[in-house]
Nanobody, 119 residues
Framework: QVQLVESGGGLVQAGGSLRLSCAASKSILSPNIMGWYRQAPGKQRELVAIKSSDGTTNYADSVKGRFTISRDNTKNTVHLQMNSLKSEDTAVYYC?????????????WGQGTQVTVSS
């Protein structure tokens, strides 16, 4: 089993910045995808940003140009730099790992970290 531990959430004013971090408890074989999802009250969980072990990234349109995902494969960590935060970014942010080897593929989730943006 892989555990994901998140850190870095909190309260910030609109226009401010936060950096989220997530560390996996063990080494993960490639290929894999690590990233961030979020869930606001009353809404479904949605993709924020993901980055594969080969460097391919994908961002939600709503965060493009404001958020940057990075990862360190040697340390099994993924980070999300969030700039120009808006009130609509308020949500619980979850770290996610999609592991493909060994089969079968598996999804792992962190416990979630609250991000609150005050307007």
């Amino acid at each position: 089993q892989v555990q994901l531990v998140e850190s870095g959430g909190g309260l910030v004013q609109a226009g401010g910045s936060l950096r989220l971090s997530c560390a996996a408890s063990k080494s993960i074989l490639s290929p894999n995808i690590m990233g961030w999802y979020r869930q606001a009250p009353g809404k479904q969980r949605e993709l924020v940003a993901i980055k594969s072990s080969d460097g391919t990234t994908n961002y939600a349109d709503s965060v493009k140009g404001r958020f940057t995902i990075s990862r360190d494969n040697t340390k099994n960590t993924v980070h999300l730099q969030m700039n120009s935060l808006k009130s609509e970014d308020t949500a619980v942010y979850y770290c996610n790992l999609k592991r493909f080897i060994p089969p079968p593929p598996n999804d792992y989730w962190g416990q979630g970290t609250q991000v609150t943006v005050s307007s």
